[in-house]
Nanobody, 121 residues
């Protein structure tokens, strides 16, 4: 499975941004997909995950502000981010795996290259 993120950029605090992740190749192996982020000097943080059937889970840090969704026909995963804060600045990654455990703490096999999100005042 190949994953390519897009939609990153610069946004002011309080603003919104939508990230996309397009999957190609053996997309049947993307039974669960998720969003992660990593800022310099920080560990990678799991944000949200979604099953092929649309069941979602979120980390407490983004619950209520971020929404994960997907368009299975387009093999595309989305992360709608709202009320962005300075501390949301990071490289955002999408990931996928093929097993049944679907949450951001699971082991993900396939990873995109990341897209930078910068939040400033």
């Amino acid at each position: 499975v190949q994953l390519v993120e897009s939609g990153g950029g610069s946004v002011q605090t309080g603003g919104s941004l939508r990230l996309s992740c397009t999957a190609s190749g053996r997309t049947d192996r993307s039974r669960c997909m998720g969003w992660f982020r990593q800022s310099p000097g920080q560990e990678r943080e799991g944000l949200a995950a979604i099953t092929r059937n649309g069941a979602t889970s979120y980390a407490d840090s983004v619950k209520g502000r971020f929404t994960i969704s997907q368009d299975n026909a387009k093999n595309t995963l989305y992360l709608q981010m709202a009320s962005l804060k300075f501390e949301d600045t990071a490289v955002y990654y999408c990931a996928a795996h093929s097993h049944s455990i679907c949450h951001s703490g699971a082991v993900f096999t396939y990873w995109g290259q990341g897209t930078q999100v910068t939040v400033s005042s």
